[in-house]
């Protein structure tokens, strides 16, 4: 079975900060893993997703993750956080063989002006 | 443009009458997922088909029911047997499993 724990559901940043949201999985086989952004009252956008090449992985907005074995982590970071971040962002895993993404509970990102 | 439609936006309903939420998508995917999407508790997921005239329960079925004829369209009915049938649901398709899912705009049902 595969899990998803996303640290904090709610995140505040200031403009310009760094913005850093955690997420830590659980997977019996080697994950495939996904960030997905949700502004209010809209559909889930892929930013980002890890399949097992490079584990530094870039997605859209300036936003990247790293994939980290020795600590179960898929972190999603930005070195400079814009008012247009201010999202509900979620971590979800996925493995060979399972047909089903898991989701996380979310994070709620504000950015304080 | 290639995505996925869901229709209506909005839909109000009184208890006791089934409702059928609309997804569409003209992707070419195989694989739809019907979510539920509740404040806190993230994505949940009702049902699943990966190839037509096949669909799978997914972690919270109960008082949903599915249909896939066409490769393009799942639709999915909350019966009124569904006890707190009040969310916002998402459609998504994917190429295939495990990779990443699409999704589209949401319906946002409420029942009073």
């Known amino acids: 079975a595969q899990s998803v724990t996303q640290l904090g559901s709610h995140v505040s940043v200031s403009e310009g900060a760094l913005v850093l949201l955690r997420c830590n999985y659980s997977?019996?086989?080697?994950?495939?893993l996904f960030w997905y952004v949700q502004y209010p009252n809209q559909g889930l956008q892929l930013l980002l997703k890890?399949?097992?090449?490079?584990?530094l992985v870039k997605g859209i907005n300036g936003f990247e993750a790293e994939f980290k074995k020795s600590e179960t982590s898929f972190h999603l970071t930005k070195p400079s956080a814009h008012m247009s971040d201010a999202a509900e962002y979620f971590c979800?895993?996925?493995?060979?063989?399972?047909?089903?993404?898991?989701f996380g509970t979310g994070t709620r990102l504000t950015i304080i002006p | 443009d290639g995505g996925i439609t869901q229709s209506p936006k909005y839909l109000f309903r009184k208890e006791g009458q089934n409702v059928t939420l609309s997804c569409e998508q003209n992707?070419?995917?195989?694989?739809m997922y019907w979510y539920r999407q509740d404040p806190g508790q993230g994505l949940r997921l009702i049902y699943y088909?990966?190839?037509?005239?096949?669909?799978q329960k997914g972690d919270i079925a109960e008082g949903y029911s599915v249909s896939r004829e066409k490769k393009e369209s799942f639709p999915l009915t909350v019966t009124s047997a569904q006890k707190n049938p009040t969310a916002f649901y998402l459609c998504?398709?994917?190429?295939?499993?495990?990779?990443?899912?699409?999704f589209g705009p949401g319906t946002r049902l409420t029942v009073t």
């Open positions: 998504a398709s994917s190429v295939d499993s495990p990779y990443e899912q699409y």
């Open positions: 997977s019996s086989v080697p994950p495939y």
């Open positions: 890890y399949t097992s090449a490079a584990t």
């Open positions: 979800a895993v996925s493995g060979p063989g399972n047909e089903k993404l898991t």
């Open positions: 992707l070419n995917h195989d694989a």
């Open positions: 088909s990966q190839i037509v005239n096949d669909f």
